[in-house]
């Protein structure tokens, strides 16, 4: 369980998160929405300790890291799997090598049982036979798919995902959030996925934050979205047609 | 960013850059790594340049000389000072920053833009002492190698212009390279090298590291790692100079 509290986080006179609270619940799968540019990668940056946010508290299971330095963070780290919006693979690395870099850092185990270990990891985000590629030779889903490899490959308590499938056809982008659900349920973690795609909203909003310019203006499950009468969600969730489409259905 | 901040800032860096690393063993492939993509791919690049600057050097010497009272084995004695003292320490690390700083701080540089070394830094690993440690010590430990390699190119170059253009001969030229040797001087041309390693590798690394922006930031950096390693090459030469040799 992660609780953040009255976040506030600036850049310059820039105020891009405004008073934040929110409980992200373990073993389930917990989104933060918003339009682009509303502050969920500089909030999920904040989680990670990469940005130190000028006021507020951030709790980790009962530890907090606010204002603690990276040294002191690296503990908890070791806990934390990430899957940046770009992916940020190693380039100098191939697709192996990159979801194999954690475990030779950190693991005791043999090479043997590593490498079976990053093929599973490969195995379930869906990719074989990709082993030897560098990421300049790979399709900008599939590096998604070997950054979510390598976010799971150390078995973290933490997962956490800033859009996992942006750039993802619909079937893999579904299969990917089935994915992410599913082992945060196997294995307890406490998952923060970032996302503006309606999709995965209504397919894992166990729990939703939705943010619009820095503050959090709603929170809910996917079951409340279609009925809550809060007018910013109603713009944001009923932009699209689709959605337009289903919601006058379901009334 | 104030001058002072800035100096701050890199002393910060440097320190991390001499914390222990995560894995030794880790580590030590990192720093092979290096010297090979830094330190061995420069190889040719200096002999050449070493070789055409020697037999330059010895064609300029012959060419003052020519006419006056003074024995034609000084055209190799000449040349082995400029070469050993100046052009293989200074000349050839400047040109190295510009090779290798480049190559550092533009690397470095795409791997913050592509958040790399966000990755490192949420995986628990201080990416200073992961990804700059490895390139100071890989330039401080080959480079003086290079500069030595220089140093013989030069001389050679030297030695065939000098013979080819029919100068002096072969014996005058050795005669002159051997003439009033002093062993300091060598040692006085490899503490600057590696110092100017020390440099080109901690400047190219700090402007690499600390890119902000995009592709177009990559590359402002990698111009300000060249700049600013090549003047602090030729500031701290003068006074290396002052301090070792008067
Ligand atoms: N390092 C930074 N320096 C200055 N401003 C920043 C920085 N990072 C983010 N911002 C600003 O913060 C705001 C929120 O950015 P953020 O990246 O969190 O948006 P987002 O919700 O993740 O959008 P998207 O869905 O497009 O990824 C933006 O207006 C951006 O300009
Ligand atoms: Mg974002």
């Given at each position: 369980m992660i609780e953040i509290k009255?976040?506030?986080?600036?850049?310059?006179?820039k105020e891009v998160l405004k008073d934040v609270s929110?409980?992200?619940?373990?073993?389930?799968?917990?989104?933060?929405?918003?339009?682009?540019?509303?502050?969920?990668?500089?909030?999920?940056?904040?989680?990670?300790?990469?940005?130190?946010?000028?006021?507020?508290?951030?709790?980790?299971?009962?530890?907090?890291?606010?204002?603690?330095?990276?040294?002191?963070?690296?503990?908890?780290?070791?806990?934390?799997?990430?899957?940046?919006?770009?992916?940020?693979?190693?380039?100098?690395?191939?697709?192996?090598?990159?979801v194999l870099f954690p475990l030779q850092m950190f693991s005791k185990m043999s090479k043997e049982e590593m490498l079976q270990r990053v093929n599973f990891c490969l195995k379930r985000v869906n990719l074989e036979n990709v082993n030897h590629l560098f990421p300049s030779e790979i399709s900008g889903g599939m590096k998604k798919r070997v950054a979510i490899a390598r976010a799971i490959v150390l078995n973290p308590k933490y997962l956490f995902c800033d859009e996992p499938n942006s750039g993802l056809d619909?079937?893999?982008?579904?299969?990917?959030?089935?994915?992410?659900?599913?082992?945060?349920?196997?294995?307890?973690?406490?998952?923060?996925?970032?996302?503006?795609?309606?999709?995965?909203?209504?397919?894992?909003?166990?729990?939703i934050l939705f943010i619009k310019e820095g503050k959090n203006v709603w929170e809910g499950t996917k079951s409340d979205i279609i009925t809550s009468d809060n007018q910013h969600l109603q713009d944001f969730v009923f932009s699209s047609e689709l959605f337009k489409t289903i919601k006058k259905i379901k009334s | 960013m104030g001058l002072i901040a800035s100096l701050g800032k890199f002393l910060i860096f440097i320190a991390d850059v001499f914390r222990k690393p995560e894995r030794r063993s880790v580590m030590y492939k990192l720093v092979i790594k290096e010297i090979y993509e830094l330190g061995f791919k420069s190889l040719l690049f200096v002999v050449f340049v070493s070789l055409f600057v020697g037999a330059v050097v010895t064609l300029q010497t012959a060419?003052?000389?020519?006419?006056?009272?003074?024995?034609?084995?000084?055209?190799?004695?000449?040349?082995?000072?400029a070469i050993l003292l100046e052009f293989s320490p200074t000349i050839i690390s400047l040109l190295l920053a510009g090779k290798i700083g480049s190559n550092i701080a533009s690397s470095l540089g795409t791997m913050r833009v592509t958040e790399q070394i966000d990755a490192l830094e949420v995986m628990g690993i201080n990416p200073v002492t992961y990804l700059v440690r490895p390139k100071i010590f890989a330039l401080m430990f080959f480079n003086p190698l290079l500069i030595c390699l220089s140093m013989f190119g030069g001389v050679i170059g030297g030695w065939i212009a000098g013979t080819m253009s029919g100068e002096c001969t072969s014996a005058e030229f050795i005669t002159g390279i051997q003439y009033a040797f002093i062993p300091f001087k060598a040692v006085y041309?490899?503490?600057?090298t590696i110092l100017f390693a020390f440099i080109i590798a901690s400047i190219s690394s700090f402007h690499g590291f600390y890119t902000e922006g995009g592709a177009l930031e990559v590359g402002r950096s990698s111009t300000r790692a060249v700049v600013f390693s090549s003047v602090f090459i030729i500031v701290s030469n003068y006074i290396l100079t002052q301090l070792l040799l008067n």
């Open positions: 009255n976040i506030i986080k600036s850049f310059g006179s929110f409980t992200f619940e373990k073993g389930k799968t917990n989104l933060v929405i918003g339009q682009s540019g509303s502050g969920k990668t500089v909030l999920l940056k904040c989680l990670l300790g990469l940005h130190e946010p000028e006021s507020g508290f951030i709790v980790f299971d009962g530890m907090g890291i606010v204002g603690k330095s990276n040294k002191n963070l690296k503990g908890l780290r070791r806990e934390i799997g990430m899957v940046f919006q770009g992916g940020a693979l190693f380039d100098s690395m191939n697709v192996e090598q990159n619909p079937y893999t982008a579904i299969l990917i959030d089935n994915l992410l659900q599913e082992i945060t349920h196997e294995y307890g973690m406490t998952t923060v996925i970032n996302t503006h795609d309606m999709n995965s909203v209504m397919e894992i909003g166990e729990k | 060419a003052n000389m020519q006419g006056s009272w003074m024995p034609s084995y000084l055209i190799g004695y000449a040349t082995r000072d041309a490899i503490i600057k």
